[in-house]
């Protein structure tokens, strides 16, 4: 499976972006799907994920201003960022793993597609 993130740029604090991860080489319906962010000087981190069979998770910072959500028929997975901060400056990968469970989706390791990122900037 080959990932191909999209749809980073620069926004103003409190707008909003939409990701998207779009892959190939096979359908993804059976997959967990997850994005990553790494901002300069940290550590790789979880942002969101999502099972094949829809079931979502978010870390704390993002939940109730990002949406991940997933077209099986395009194989593309979305992360849709509202009320965007600084502090969201990084850049977003996204992950895919066959059958992930949902307690695994937060766990970077769980997965063994990666994309190859793209960046996002908060700032005025």
């Known amino acids: 499976v080959q990932l191909q993130a999209s749809g980073g740029g620069l926004v103003q604090p409190g707008g909003s972006l939409r990701l998207s991860c779009a892959a190939s080489g096979r359908t993804v319906s059976g997959y967990g799907l997850g994005w990553f962010r790494q901002a300069p000087g940290k550590e790789r981190e979880f942002v969101a994920g999502?099972?094949?069979?829809?079931?979502?998770r978010y870390t704390d910072s993002v939940r109730g201003r990002f949406t991940i959500s997933r077209d099986n028929a395009k194989s593309t997975v979305y992360l849709q960022m509202r009320s965007l901060e600084p502090e969201d400056t990084a850049v977003y990968y996204c992950a895919a793993q066959p059958r992930i469970i949902w307690s695994s989706l937060g766990v970077a390791s769980s997965y063994e597609h990666w994309g190859q990122g793209t960046q996002v900037t908060v700032s005025s």
């Open positions: 999502i099972t094949w069979s829809g079931s979502t």
